[in-house]
């Protein structure tokens, strides 16, 4: 009787470990997929392409040409302002806190600039049908 109640402990504390591993497995993959699009988006922008860097802003619904002006505006200045350090250079991905089952993430991202200093920030991301958006 107790070699079964041990057999049977083993068992369940196998399965729990592989659910949660894989639970943990799933939750970084998720969070690869949203820092691959952050750095996509920011690559975009990096290269001047700035209609793809505000298509990649979540807007649940469709915005009026004026405000997506103004959006693309904003791309160009934020950029303007950080020439400072000899502009944005590269765009590296850190880590990603992903949570699964809201389909929101934090990605960490490392601005290198021309003076070679260095700026991490966080970009908030949404998944909506299987896609990627910033916040």
Known sequence: MKQQFRSLLFACTCAFFIVACNRKDNGSM???LAGQAAKAYYDQLLHGDYDSFV???YQPDSIPASY???LVA???MFLG???DHGGIKEVKFLSAKADTSKHVAN???TFVY???STEEVVVPMVEHNGVWYMR
């Open 68 to 70: 997506r002006e103004q």
């Open 74 to 76: 904003n791309a160009k």
């Open 114 to 116: 021309g003076d070679r």
């Open 81 to 83: 302002h950080e020439s």
């Open 55 to 57: 298509a990649g802003r």
């Open 107 to 109: 990605v960490f991202l």
């Open 30 to 32: 998720v969070g690869e």
